[in-house]
């Protein structure tokens, strides 16, 4: 799920990144693809901010895995 996660907010920031620079070539500036592109880039800096920040981690296997029975 974590890599998804990644994945899917650098291919949002990429995506919307894109749609801009052709926006700007084609002087085509439509309210709704605007927003669309906005909307695109928020959600995948979103997903960047919480995942790259554990992303070495992750890489290295640093994290912890707990087993055994839950007691409260």
Do not use: R
């Not at 990644?6 to 084609?26: K, P, T």
């Not at 592109?37 to 290295?60: C, N, R």
């Amino acid at each position: 799920m974590y890599y998804i996660m990644l994945i899917a907010g650098a291919l949002f920031v990429l995506f919307a990144i894109f749609l801009f620079i052709y926006m700007y070539v084609d002087k085509e500036f439509a309210f709704l693809n605007v927003a669309k592109t906005i909307g695109a880039f928020l959600i995948g800096v979103l997903l960047l901010v919480i995942t790259l920040p554990s992303l070495k981690y992750m890489i290295l296997k640093e994290y912890d895995v707990v087993s055994g029975d839950c007691s409260i």
